[in-house]
């Protein structure tokens, strides 16, 4: 049975940090690329950044480039998001995804975590 399960969220104060984690397992985390992306009120899905397989590549979105920072460790099955210097539009649902690296087709989601950045 596949699952993705994120946590670490949470309500914090603009300017602090968080680290939201992605525990995977029922296929071969490794093959997959991992996505993290959020979902505010009202607004469509973002993507907001996304690892390769081996964790050799990463890319960000321009609003949270340099505040954000994508990790995996495919020996725990595990994908990251680092989050420092948080901003109220930061504030969403936070959701990871797994890409087949050679079939996109075959993606996963996970359930999400609620992220609130408020004084």
């Known amino acids: 049975q596949v699952q993705l399960v994120e946590s670490g969220g949470g309500l914090v104060q603009p300017g602090g940090s968080l680290r939201l984690s992605c525990a995977a397992s029922g296929f071969t985390f490794s093959s997959y690329a991992m996505n993290w992306y959020r979902q505010a009120p009202g607004k469509e899905r973002e993507l907001v950044a996304v690892i390769t397989s081996a964790g050799t590549s990463t890319n960000y979105a321009d609003s949270v480039k340099g505040r954000f920072t994508i990790s995996r460790d495919n020996a725990k099955n595990t994908v990251y998001l680092q989050m420092n210097s948080l901003k109220p539009e930061d504030t969403a649902v936070y959701y990871c995804?797994?890409?087949?690296?050679?079939?996109?087709?075959?993606?996963?989601w996970g359930q999400g975590t609620q992220v609130t950045v408020s004084s």
């Open positions: 995804n797994a890409v087949h690296q050679m079939f996109i087709s075959i993606n996963y």
